[in-house]
């Protein structure tokens, strides 16, 4: 099967005033359709900036990204928002709601933007926000909203195109134990009915409902573990726990 995203020996340095920070170090990646990958780590191991990566919203200084079969590193950044609308969601931790805007026109802009009518954006967004249970808060604006309900505002904003891969950057770290217990709930049926996710996180439990986890430490892969059943996910989590990753 071809991987729908892949990494072949990514590589990113940032160059400052001082010497220049390696943040990744020949990463090579494939996810396969339908697969649901975390990604942990410590702080500054490489985790996001290799999701960003594979967003398309930093650019590799070494090695190749994929999107199903095509290669997409070299695409400009108009060309890679087009990419973002038509096959990719993003979901951050810290929501990145346009202030402005209702719940409501949060979820509906990218279904605009990207050439939907008013009508067809105004029912995929209805749809998703009923599924995800925020239709009342249709009308409310972000700064009232709790960190929850942007969170799942910023959810359904994500999949209005609906994306192939759905890349979420630490979606719970900035949620208290229940929206992040409910948020999860809601990524895990989303991957059950299908969607390929690849998540950034530092909470064991969160990657624990994964299909694979990858550890990273130094901006490489240094460990990568398959779960295929409870015992699987409790061993992880403890593992994971002890290393304090």
Not at 132 to 152: D, K, N, T, Y
Request: aromatic fraction near 4%; include cysteine.
């Amino acid at each position: 099967m071809t991987a729908i995203i892949e990494a072949k020996q990514l590589g990113r340095v940032y160059a400052g005033t001082g010497a220049p920070v390696t943040a990744l170090d020949g990463v090579s990646l494939a996810v396969q359709p339908g697969e649901f990958v975390a990604i942990m780590g410590p702080s500054g191991c490489g985790k996001s900036t290799l999701l960003h990566l594979l967003g398309g919203l930093d650019h590799p200084t070494a090695g190749e990204v994929w999107f199903e079969g095509e290669r997409v590193d070299g695409l400009s950044e108009t060309a890679w928002a087009v990419r973002r609308r038509r096959g990719i969601g993003i979901v951050f931790q810290f929501f990145n709601l346009i202030g402005n805007l209702s719940a409501a026109d949060n979820v509906e802009l990218p279904a605009l933007i990207a050439g939907a009518s008013a009508a067809e954006a105004r029912r995929e967004r209805e749809r998703l926000m009923a599924e995800l249970g925020i239709s009342e808060r249709a009308r409310a604006m972000p700064a009232v909203l709790s960190g929850g309900e942007q969170q799942r505002v910023a959810i359904a904003r994500a999949l209005i195109n609906d994306p192939r891969v759905l890349l979420a950057d630490e979606p719970t770290g900035n949620l208290d134990t229940e929206s992040a217990r409910d948020v999860l709930a809601l990524l895990r049926g989303l991957h059950e009915r299908g969607q390929t996710i690849i998540l950034v996180t530092h909470d064991p439990r969160v990657a624990a409902q994964a299909d694979r986890v990858l550890r990273m430490r130094d901006g490489r892969i240094a460990a990568e573990s398959q779960l295929e059943d409870r015992e699987d996910r409790r061993r992880i989590v403890a593992e994971l726990v002890e290393l304090e990753v």
